[in-house]
């Protein structure tokens, strides 16, 4: 299991998840604790729970919008969280499962996306928060979402350095003000970029986050095992790109299951190139009606698998 999941964090590195975020999380729990991959052990805890926001697409029935005031871009990258204590910078922590991640503070360094220590003011806050933020690359960056996240994968500060990268804070926890933007606003204050920044536009977005923008309400609404009931990203839903498939192979999987899958032409999508996506089994392709040479149109399902979604009529 361990050799597994280092062979998926290596994949998903490189551009080519092999499996879902959801399910690399999942196979981490079943890791035993032993294992230096997908438990706890060596890893930080965060001073507060890291949630991932739940997924709407375009036509699908959605919250009240009106009552979602706070509207920020939904950056394309890698989250983290810093904690300070008395200004000063104690911990950069990837969000992990939420609750641990990894600490790769030994990575940035004064000059590098993020503030080592702030003048922050003992009237707003204990002097004990967390910012929770993004790192991205530029758009025009190959890959960018994953050239990101594996920055925050490197050993080297000095080739972490070398990597165009910028961090946006989104928020902070806990913080003493009434409205959204009044977070933001001290952030920007402390010496920040953050997501209402007009820097945003040059990094690459998956979608739009809707926030009660009352913090009170925000807190009162609470939250699920995953997600903040009081925000919530809107996403674009893919029509897919067009691409060929060049061969078809047989995997057999550790459960002796044998899966076709599609050797495809390299294409970009979101950031990602794809070169092959799973047939799932016969009867998949005898639906879909597809053969070797024929033009497909293939998405990223969930943002990360690879899926054909039909053939391309000649």
């Not at 639906?287 to 497909?296: E, F, M, P, R, T």
Request: proline letters at 4%; aromatic letters at 10%; charged letters at 25%.
């Amino acid at each position: 299991m361990k050799k597994y999941l280092e062979q998926c964090k290596a994949a998903y590195y490189e551009g080519n998840p092999i499996i879902s975020d959801s399910q690399y999380d999942a196979l981490e729990e079943m890791c035993s604790e032993d294992l230096t991959v997908g438990t706890n052990k060596g890893r930080s805890k965060h001073l507060y729970r890291m949630y991932s926001l739940q997924k709407y697409y375009k036509g699908d029935e959605l919250p009240a919008l009106s009552v979602y005031s706070g509207v920020t871009p939904k950056l394309d990258g890698a989250a983290i969280a810093l904690t300070y204590w008395d200004g000063w910078l104690q911990s950069i922590v990837t969000r992990g499962n939420g609750e641990y991640g990894e600490d790769v503070t030994h990575l940035f360094n004064a000059e590098k996306c993020v503030k080592m220590g702030i003048a922050y003011s003992t009237a707003r806050n204990d002097g004990v928060f967390q910012v929770n933020g993004e790192v991205v690359a530029k758009k025009y960056i190959p890959n960018a979402r994953n050239y990101a996240a594996g920055a925050l994968n490197l050993k080297s500060a000095e080739e972490f350095d070398s990597r165009e990268l910028m961090f946006f804070a989104y928020s902070m926890q806990e913080t003493p003000f009434e409205s959204y933007q009044g977070t933001l606003s001290y952030l920007k204050e402390l010496g920040f970029n953050t997501v209402r920044d007009r820097l945003v536009d040059q990094y690459p977005q998956d979608g739009v986050v809707y926030r009660l923008e009352g913090n009170k309400d925000y807190e009162n609404l609470g939250y699920t095992n995953k997600h903040p009931r009081g925000a919530f990203a809107l996403k674009e839903r893919s029509e897919g790109v067009e691409t060929t498939i060049n061969d078809v192979i047989w995997q057999v999987g550790k459960s002796g299951k044998v899966t076709p899958v599609a050797i495809l032409e390299p294409v970009n999508i979101d950031g990602a190139t794809i070169k092959k996506a799973t047939l799932n089994n016969p009867g998949f392709i005898e639906a879909l009606g597809v053969q070797i040479g024929d033009s497909v149109m293939v998405e990223r399902a969930g943002g990360i698998i690879p899926r054909i979604i039909c053939k391309v009529p000649s």
